[in-house]
Each structure stands twice: as C-alpha cells, then as structure tokens.
C-alpha cells in the first residue's frame, strides 16, 4: 500500500521552540549573553580573562541556587562585584543594550535546510516560545 501525500488543505503544523531547538547562544550559554565580556572591556579594559571567567562563575551559581531566576541586572551587578568593578549605570545599561540577534544568537547548522524543507512540503509552520 503507498500512503499518498497529504493534501496542502490538511490541517499539517511544526511548532518550534526557539531557544536550544532553532537557535543557540554563541558561546554556549543563555547567561550572561555571549558579549558580557566584550562589553565589560570597553569599560574597564585591565581586567584579565581569569577575573571575568570566576566572575560568571559566580554568576552562573546565583542562577542555580536561584528560582525564579533574578532580573539581569541582579545577575550582572553580581559579577560585576566580583572582579571589583563598580556597576555604574552607563555599564549596566551597555549590558542591557539591545543587539542583532545574531551578534549573540546563531541558528543550529540543520535549521535552514529542514524549514526550506518543510515549506517545500507545505508544512505550516511556528514558533511558540518565551524568547
């Protein structure tokens, strides 16, 4: 028996995440966004790499000793405190600034070529997510 194609009128539809099933955080983490050292740099470029490493470090033990997760600036503040830095409000509102999706996001290396795929099908298609 061959199964026929469904119709384009069939009720046919992919719901997606976005975080973790479309897309990824450069670097391979949510928090802080990939660019936090980068930005902390331009405000206070002596700190080395180790004092900003132990910094998420630190931040990344407030997130799982924590629930409901802080606010961002809770989280940053945290950090921050941690190599020594002041968080003046010119800082904290670089960290919170908004950026390209793609200076901090990056799509997984299949997503392309399965939705290209999926509409060739005529699939309906969303994404439904808290992002």
């Known amino acids: ?25 450069i670097g391979g983490r949510w928090n802080p966004r990939a660019d936090l050292e980068q930005t902390v740099l331009t405000h206070v470029p002596s700190l080395t ?4 490493a132990a910094a998420v ?13 802080p606010e961002p ?14 968080p003046t409000p010119e800082l904290l509102a670089d960290l919170r600034r908004e950026v390209p999706p793609a200076t901090i996001l990056e799509t997984y290396p299949e997503v392309v070529g399965t939705l290209e795929e999926f509409r060739r099908r005529e699939v309906r298609m969303a994404v439904v997510s808290d992002a």
């Not at 790499?49 to 900003?52: K, N, S, V």
């Open 57 to 69: 470090a630190a931040g990344d033990r407030l997130l799982a000793a924590s629930s409901p997760e």
């Open 49 to 52: 790499p180790d004092l900003l």
């Open 73 to 86: 600036d809770v989280h940053q503040r945290l950090m921050l405190r941690h190599t020594g830095v002041d």
């Open 1 to 25: 028996m061959t199964r026929r194609p469904s119709p384009p009128g069939d009720l046919l539809a992919v719901l997606f995440d976005s975080g973790s099933v479309l897309m990824q955080p």
